[in-house]
């Protein structure tokens, strides 16, 4: 979990590859509306998250196949978690992942074109609520340094 820009997608998808688990990416489940919203600069409130934590939800609990997965999602706020975790039928763990804003921003100037944009990364910070049992990777540092960490821990969570 984390804002835009974190490397959520980065670091998820190595882990999940180096570790033999299921890659899913949050942002592919958000409805077209959402996607609209966001291109436009414009925050999604938690009505418009619903739908979208709904189908991500629907899409872990009927993964193929059925293995433990790394799931690339923002879950910047309590809400989303609560809906998440009432939703998809097995524990779910978040390692947040974070910087200062300006690596963070620095980051999405640099990064391919994507919907969700950097005059965003305001908001998502102030959205954020850190949850108290997450695992928290500082990400101001090599990309390697970081799926390291994040796989030690992943490593660790399995073995619960």
Same mark, same amino acid.
């Given at each position: 979990?984390?804002?835009?820009?974190?490397?959520?997608?980065?670091?998820?998808?190595?882990?999940?590859? #180096? @570790?033999?688990?299921?890659?899913? !990416?949050? %942002?592919?489940?958000?409805?077209?509306?959402?996607?609209?919203?966001?291109?436009?600069?414009?925050?999604?409130?938690?009505?418009? $998250?619903?739908?979208?934590?709904?189908?991500?939800?629907?899409?872990?609990?009927?993964?193929?196949?059925?293995? %433990?997965?790394?799931?690339?999602?923002?879950? @910047?706020?309590?809400?989303?978690?609560?809906?998440?975790?009432?939703?998809?039928?097995?524990?779910?763990?978040?390692?947040?992942?974070?910087? #200062?804003?300006?690596?963070?921003?620095?980051?999405?100037?640099? $990064?391919?074109?994507?919907?969700?944009?950097?005059?965003?990364?305001?908001?998502?910070?102030?959205?954020?609520?850190?949850?108290? #049992?997450?695992?928290?990777?500082?990400?101001?540092?090599? @990309?390697? !340094?970081?799926?390291?960490?994040?796989?030690?821990?992943?490593?660790? @969570?399995?073995?619960?």
């Amino acid at each position: 979990m984390g804002v835009s820009g974190a490397g959520k997608t980065t670091v998820g998808k190595r882990v999940a590859a #180096d @570790l033999g688990l299921t890659f899913i !990416e949050g %942002d592919e489940f958000h409805p077209q509306n959402n996607i609209a919203k966001m291109s436009s600069g414009v925050p999604l409130t938690d009505e418009d $998250r619903e739908p979208w934590i709904d189908a991500l939800a629907k899409g872990v609990n009927e993964r193929r196949p059925q293995r %433990d997965a790394v799931i690339a999602c923002s879950a @910047l706020s309590r809400f989303v978690r609560d809906r998440l975790r009432a939703a998809v039928r097995e524990p779910l763990h978040y390692l947040l992942l974070t910087a #200062d804003p300006p690596v963070i921003a620095k980051r999405l100037q640099a $990064r391919a074109p994507h919907y969700m944009k950097a005059g965003m990364l305001e908001s998502q910070f102030a959205w954020l609520e850190a949850p108290l #049992d997450a695992i928290t990777i500082d990400v101001d540092r090599p @990309l390697a !340094e970081v799926c390291a960490e994040v796989a030690d821990h992943v490593r660790r @969570l399995q073995k619960r």
